[in-house]
């Protein structure tokens, strides 16, 4: 079975433009979380979907949102990109909660300039 | 509020050393579950253990182990004999019932250097 795969694995934007990350979850699972990791730190809680509703949200702008489809891949959008934004974002697949083992993408490397 | 520190920042050790990774958390919460994770240079961060709150057992899987003691709040990695391939970042990690908003709070980290 195929992992959770992200796409793209690298990006690079300006300021002010808005990007779109995309993450397909293991088969049969029906839960993904997005999460923001700096470097050198720990990643950081964006949004959890299941079953295409939103969970959870964590302390983010309003210019991050996402959506989950009925196939359960999921997108996440950013808008008005800033240089802070420049981070790896993760994506991670579970059956249902987060109670649960969280299986990781490589993420997507995005670089703001 | 809940949160986990992960003190050691950076270990270096030479090969087939053991090394013990700490990991203090808190949380008000009397069900929570506890992980740790492991990030390779490639980025994907990949699942070793989870724990929780009402299962004290300290747990082994080959050169892996888990001490996990409510009592200090705390639940500690140890890797026997290391080796090269154990070189990555590791994370400590907590959530609680219902998710606690559904979310992993994460340690900071610790950079686990394996000299051959």
């Known amino acids: 079975d195929a992992g959770v795969t992200q796409s793209p694995t690298h990006l690079i934007k300006t300021r002010g433009q808005h990007v779109t990350l995309r993450c397909s979850p293991i088969s049969g699972h029906k839960s993904v979380s997005w999460y923001q990791q700096v470097l050198g730190q720990g990643p950081q809680f964006i949004f959890q979907?299941?079953?295409?509703?939103?969970?959870g949200r964590g302390n983010f702008p309003d210019r991050f949102s996402a959506r989950q489809f009925p196939n359960y891949s999921s997108e996440l959008n950013v808008n008005a990109l800033l240089l802070g934004d420049s981070a790896l974002y993760l994506c991670a697949s579970t059956r249902e909660g987060l109670n649960t083992e969280a299986f990781f993408g490589q993420g997507t490397r995005l670089t703001v300039v | 509020a809940q949160k986990v520190t992960q003190a050691q920042t950076e270990i270096s050790v030479v090969e087939k050393e053991d090394v013990t990774l700490d990991c203090v958390y808190e949380t008000r919460d009397t069900t929570y579950y506890l992980f740790w994770y492991k990030q390779p240079p490639s980025g994907e961060l990949v699942f070793l253990i989870r724990?929780?709150?009402?299962d004290e057992q300290n747990e082994i899987s080959g050169r892996y182990s888990w001490n996990f003691q409510k009592s200090t709040s705390s639940f500690n990695f140890t890797i026997t004999a290391s080796q090269v391939v154990d070189s990555a970042v590791y994370f400590c990690a907590l959530t609680g019932p219902m998710d606690s908003n559904y979310q992993l709070i994460w340690g900071a980290g610790t950079k686990l250097i394996i000299k051959p």
């Open positions: 979907y299941y079953e295409k509703e939103e969970r």
């Open positions: 724990r929780n709150s009402f």
